[in-house]
């Protein structure tokens, strides 16, 4: 069990404002499914093709094109919400949602409005802090993705690229139960990891595979409370959509920027207008794209070409019997069998590569050294090289063997280090270098002895320093590993040093 404490959220506070102001967040996080194929025909979703180069008929629009389910999708939205501990829908069904855009070929976009796939779950969000919210997840459901119009080639024209068109959406839609900026963020990095260890989409911000709306209001205090007990959203404010956020920086910023705009009308006797925004990060603003549409503007009707969607418990069944370790659970595993401080088993979870690796190396070894030298050599090495767990040119198993090498005593922490690089650099067998290399501990309490000596001889000055105040002792274990090049056992050192100044 993580060892967590659950707390209600607290509003937001706004510096400058005249009253108190409540902020309220929903979100809905539109993550591409990680397929080969689109949601409704066979084309690639390879991203970066040739612009136009993956649309089937289908995709654009061809009159008499027929659309048809691609089962794989349907299996990764089911096993997305059984990793977000939701109701999985045996019966769903696809309606089309009308509305015109130039990169929407179809003229409409086929969704599920009425009947989604998935329905209530729930994530746990962690805050760094020792505490833990739980975000109500509304819904998950499937639809297929438009293509994307492209300004900036030509002073004259615009472009549409349809590759996207089609691709398979996952929109997961949470309750308004996100109180600020830094929840916001916490959420949708929480949504990303479970999304990455589940292999349901790849969570590449950067290529728009994960992109999310932020839905912003502010209430006045206990506005919120009320909504809780009534489920009235009028409680709430008049909420504004933060379109198309990839960057969980813009997504902070973004908000905080809304909110404050929103109090500052709502104080001069204002009113906000239910709208669409886009945040432009370059002035740090949001900006009116359009009033916002309300479900009927769109002329919603279930698809005619599609029947309803329905699938078997057995199915379900047989993806949740197949499902990995999440985060959560892992991160607890972690914590439990390797004593792991919160922070050390957070950091070795994250991804689930990661997690894999450390785990190799944390076989029959000391769980906390294995996790100290993958956290700080390693993973600070790798940060260093702006790489990842997948281009380690050191492998969990030589890791595993130099930890074992130390605890064994066969060298020390500073040697360790050196081996470390030479692996790291050279690669080899960190058994067959140490020997080669005459890199082993010295324990061999004679040899020791003699240089600790050698040492006490040479600073009679700092002796009678060091016999006046023990603590400068720490400076002849420092002379004695530089005189034994570290391969004295610092241990060893201490002792025998300790011994001769007391003497």
Not at 432 to 449: F, N
């Amino acid at each position: 069990m993580l060892d967590l404490t659950y707390d209600t959220p607290k509003p937001k506070v706004i510096a400058g404002a005249k009253h108190d102001w409540e902020l309220v967040i929903g979100m809905e996080v539109h993550a591409q499914v990680s397929s080969k194929a689109k949601l409704f025909s066979g084309a690639s979703t390879q991203f970066g093709a040739e612009p136009n180069s993956n649309v089937a008929f289908v995709d654009a629009g061809m009159p008499g094109m027929l659309p048809v389910i691609n089962d794989g999708c349907v299996a990764l939205a089911v096993k997305t919400g059984l990793g977000l501990k939701a109701q999985i829908n045996l019966w769903s069904a696809f309606d089309r949602k009308n509305y015109f855009y130039p990169d929407l070929p179809q003229g409409y976009q086929i969704s599920q409005l009425y009947h989604p796939i998935v329905g209530e779950g729930e994530v746990l969000v962690e805050m760094g802090d020792g505490t833990a919210r739980t975000v109500r997840i509304e819904r998950i459901h499937l639809e297929q993705d438009a293509g994307k119009s492209i300004h900036d080639m030509d002073p004259a024209m615009s472009f549409v690229d349809l590759n996207r068109t089609g691709v398979a959406l996952m929109e997961i839609v949470s309750r308004p139960d996100i109180r600020g900026p830094e929840e916001a963020a916490a959420y949708i990095s929480k949504m990303r990891q479970i999304l990455r260890y589940l292999g349901t989409c790849d969570g590449n911000m950067q290529n728009g595979n994960l992109r999310a709306d932020v839905n912003v209001s502010v209430c006045k205090p206990g506005q919120y409370e009320k909504y809780q007990e009534t489920q009235d959203f009028s409680h709430l404010g008049t909420r504004c959509e933060i379109k198309n956020m990839n960057s969980m920086r813009f997504i902070q910023q973004a908000i905080d920027h809304e909110a404050r705009r929103q109090i500052a009308i709502l104080e001069d006797g204002g009113k906000i207008d239910q709208e669409t925004r886009l945040y432009d990060p370059d002035k740090g603003e949001t900006r009116s794209m359009r009033s916002k549409e309300e479900a009927h503007d769109y002329r919603y009707f279930p698809d005619p070409d599609l029947l309803p969607l329905e699938i078997e418990q057995a199915w379900v069944d047989e993806i949740a019997a197949d499902m990995p370790e999440l985060p959560d659970e892992k991160k607890a595993r972690f914590i439990k069998d390797f004593s792991l401080s919160d922070y050390d088993a957070s950091v070795l979870t994250a991804e689930a590569e990661n997690a894999a690796f450390f785990e190799a190396v944390a076989d029959g070894q000391d769980g906390k050294l294995a996790a100290n030298w993958v956290i700080n050599e390693l993973f600070g090495r790798l940060k260093k090289e702006d790489h990842d767990i997948t281009e380690s040119p050191i492998n969990p198993s030589q890791l595993s063997d130099i930890i074992e090498l130390i605890s064994k005593g066969e060298i020390s922490g500073k040697i360790a280090k050196d081996l470390f690089e030479i692996v790291y650099t050279e690669g080899g067998d960190p058994a067959k270098i140490v020997e080669e290399r005459g890199m082993k501990q010295v324990t061999d309490t004679g040899a020791i002895e003699a240089a600790v000596d050698k040492v006490i001889a040479e600073n009679p000055a700092q002796v009678q320093k060091a016999k006046q105040n023990p603590k400068l002792a720490g400076w002849f274990v420092g002379q004695v590993m530089k005189v034994t090049g570290g391969k004295a056992n610092p241990k060893t050192v201490n002792e025998i040093v300790a011994k001769k100044l007391q003497g």
